[in-house]
């Protein structure tokens, strides 16, 4: 699977955006896809993931209510809405698969990271 992420940018702080991640070769997703994020310094996070399957969710318990995520099988495109932007959502965004468990580990495959700038 090769995964392409876009739609990051700059933004001021209370705007959004919206991630998109398209997935293409082989193999198919099979499990889920999940975004996580690494800001300067800090060690990479876990943000969301979606079951490919029936389009459940989770996400890291600090961005419930702010960040969605879903995806579009037809489409094999996951995509992360962020709302109500902060200076601390400043990251590095990757989109991942082929699993939606909150871990690192457990994703075989990466996208290159989009960079998500918010400033005050």
């Known amino acids: 699977v090769q995964l392409q992420a876009s739609g990051g940018g700059s933004v001021q702080a209370g705007k959004s955006l919206r991630l998109s991640c398209t997935a293409s070769?082989?193999?198919?997703?099979?499990?889920?896809a999940g975004w996580f994020r690494q800001a300067p310094g800090k060690e990479r996070e876990f943000v969301a993931s979606v079951d490919w399957k029936d389009g459940s969710t989770r996400y890291a318990d600090s961005l419930k209510g702010r960040f969605t995520i879903s995806r579009d099988n037809a489409k094999n495109t996951v995509y992360l809405q962020m709302n109500s932007l902060k200076p601390e959502d400043t990251a590095l965004y990757f989109c991942a698969a082929d699993s939606q468990l909150p871990a690192a580990v457990f994703y075989d495959y990466w996208g290159q990271g989009t960079l998500v700038t918010v400033s005050s």
């Open positions: 070769g082989r193999p198919d997703i099979r499990y889920g």
